[in-house]
């Protein structure tokens, strides 16, 4: 079974763009153990100002400019 999306959101101001979304997941696991998927993006063209997403092998985490680091996710909202 597949990912479900249930939320997709991209706004632009100017050079700004904002995107969100999160994915419901099958089941959770040991990396997501909120079964979700997701990624919040604001950036400029070729520049990521944040960036908070849960790939896998790395959980729950944050991009700020260069630096990354985890960060305990708590809810959605």
């Not at 100002?49 to 400019?65: A, F, I, Q, S, T």
């Amino acid at each position: 079974m597949k990912a479900r999306q249930l939320f997709r959101y991209k706004a632009r101001q100017g050079e700004t763009i904002c995107e969100m979304v999160i994915w419901a997941l099958p089941a959770a696991t040991r990396e997501r153990p909120h079964g979700l998927k997701y990624r919040l993006f604001c950036g400029v063209p070729g520049q990521c100002l944040v960036r908070y997403d849960n790939e896998l092998g790395k959980g729950d985490h944050r991009h700020c400019g260069d630096q990354e680091e985890p960060y305990p996710f708590s809810s959605v909202e």
